[in-house]
């Protein structure tokens, strides 16, 4: 099946810092997912991006379809930034379902 | 719009015993989803409904059920729970549009301890 890999598995930051989440798959994929978890748990979806990129506030996501990664960019990060990042991506050959990356683990201080 | 509800949203149970955790949605999706989470790791898919009347087995689906009550409606049973199926459960709903599934968004999980 397919694979989903995101780098760096742990990043800590200074509070005001830039960071740059990445995704990588081993095939084509139909869209790819952005979420964040939040330190109580709570799983909010970040960006729904095929391809191309779009920007919610401080973040924004990149896709490049072609070559088969997703960029994630965190610009001066704030504590409330703190948790873990997965990235999602759907095959389409294995039915409506999601397959999920491991996650960054970001830990932003002040 | 409440999103994706779960309850409950802490259980303690004895090995052997059974529950059902309960997921409900209103935003009108077709697919819904029950995935776990366990220390340090990622989310697995337990089981999923494409759409009402139809299930289908996830990742690991082992020693749990599941019911597509109606579109809004998707339950996870547990019939004799054990120490490994202690983690924390998070339903998920979102809708298939022509190129594959959209958003897809979380309820807020159960966390659940088997003893």
């Known amino acids: 099946g397919i694979q989903v890999e995101q780098s760096p598995p742990d990043l800590i930051l200074q509070e005001g810092a830039n960071s740059t989440l990445r995704c990588n798959f081993s095939d084509s994929v139909n869209n790819l997912q952005w979420f964040h978890q939040n330190p109580w748990g709570q799983l909010i979806n970040l960006f729904y991006?095929?391809?191309g990129t779009k920007q919610n506030g401080r973040l924004s996501a990149t896709t490049v379809a072609t070559e088969r990664y997703s960029l994630l960019y965190i610009s001066s990060s704030q504590t409330t930034d703190s948790g873990v990042y997965f990235c999602?991506?759907?095959?389409?050959?294995?039915?409506?379902?999601?397959?999920f990356g491991a996650g960054t683990i970001l830990r932003v201080k002040s | 719009n409440a999103g994706v509800t779960q309850t409950p949203k802490f259980q303690v149970l004895k090995t052997g015993q059974s529950m059902t955790l309960q997921c409900a949605q209103d935003m009108n999706h077709n697919s819904m989803y029950w995935y776990r989470q366990d220390p340090g790791m990622g989310l697995r898919l337990i089981y999923y409904?494409?759409?009402?009347?139809?299930?289908d087995k996830g990742e690991v689906p082992n020693g749990y059920n599941v019911s597509r009550l109606n579109k809004r409606e998707f339950s996870l049973r547990l019939e004799s729970a054990a120490p490994s199926q202690t983690s924390v459960y998070f339903c998920?709903?979102?809708?298939?549009?022509?190129?594959?599934?959209?958003?897809?968004?979380f309820g807020p999980g159960t966390r659940l301890t088997v003893t």
């Open positions: 991006i095929p391809s």
């Open positions: 409904s494409a759409s009402e009347g139809t299930t």
């Open positions: 998920a709903s979102s809708e298939a549009g022509g190129q594959g599934l959209l958003k897809q968004y």
């Open positions: 999602a991506v759907d095959p389409g050959e294995y039915g409506n379902k999601l397959v």
